[in-house]
């Protein structure tokens, strides 16, 4: 159990341009989850996996994000034309189970756009 | 929708006291109950959770919890405060209700600073 890991753990972009994160889960956990995290807030959920299966996304996700776990591993996490406001530390977890078990959470990727 | 409120943005302890951060919640069945604290360049690390039976939890680190249904609470407590707690403390409630999701709702945080 090597824990969850996030690549890369800090980004630095400018307004307009595309960017990717990855998340590599526990091995085996079947949930993968996203959530983004502002300055002096806690984790706002965004979206969640179980195996390759996208089964829900938070009103936070505009159209300008999307999220994609290929093979029921790792996920990637794209952001389109990154506004100022997409600013934020962005957190993986994941989880063998359903609700209520334990969110393994990654270090996070944090986001600036200039 | 359920929500999750930490009143005490930041909270000052002497080193060696002991320690309790509030958590109230709204939730409209019984709650799956969290709290997770974070470090400095750190992730969130699971400190204790409540799914049911005995409402006096026990965590890590020497950490324990309270449910309290009566007053929508889930209080964090420590005994004596050691220097390395200082960190981001967040209670969470789950799962998030409608549509299936199994994420969690976060509170905005208390800030444990510890003074020697």
């Known amino acids: 159990d090597t824990g969850v890991s996030q690549d890369p753990r800090h980004k630095i972009t400018k307004r307009g341009q595309n960017v990717t994160f990855r998340c590599d889960p526990i091995?085996?956990?079947?949930?993968l989850y996203w959530y983004r995290q502002t300055l002096g807030q806690g984790p706002e959920f965004l979206t969640y996996?179980?195996?390759?299966?996208?089964?829900?996304k938070s009103r936070l996700l505009s159209d300008r994000f999307s999220a994609e776990r290929p093979k029921g591993s790792f996920s990637t996490l794209e952001i389109q034309r990154t506004e100022q406001g997409d600013s934020a530390m962005y957190l993986c977890?994941?989880?063998?189970?359903?609700?209520?078990?334990?969110?393994?959470f990654g270090p996070g990727t944090r986001l600036l756009v200039l | 929708a359920q929500s999750v409120t930490q009143p005490d943005i930041h909270i000052t302890v002497s080193e060696g006291a002991s320690l309790e951060l509030r958590c109230n919640y709204s939730?409209?069945?019984?709650?799956?109950l969290f709290w997770y604290v974070q470090s400095p360049g750190q992730g969130l690390q699971l400190l204790l959770k409540?799914?049911?039976?005995?409402?006096l939890v026990q965590g890590i680190k020497g950490f324990e919890a309270e449910f309290k249904r009566s007053q929508s609470s889930f209080n964090l407590r420590k005994p004596s405060v050691h220097w390395s707690d200082a960190a981001e403390y967040f209670c969470?409630?789950?799962?998030?209700?409608?549509?299936?999701?199994?994420?969690?709702?976060f509170g905005k945080g208390t800030h444990l600073i510890i003074q020697p």
């Open positions: 409540y799914f049911s039976g005995d409402t």
């Open positions: 969470a409630v789950g799962p998030i209700s409608g549509g299936g999701a199994d994420g969690l709702t």
């Open positions: 977890a994941s989880t063998l189970g359903g609700a209520g078990e334990t969110q393994y």
């Open positions: 996996f179980q195996n390759e299966a996208q089964l829900e």
């Open positions: 939730y409209g069945a019984t709650p799956y």
């Open positions: 091995s085996e956990h079947n949930r």
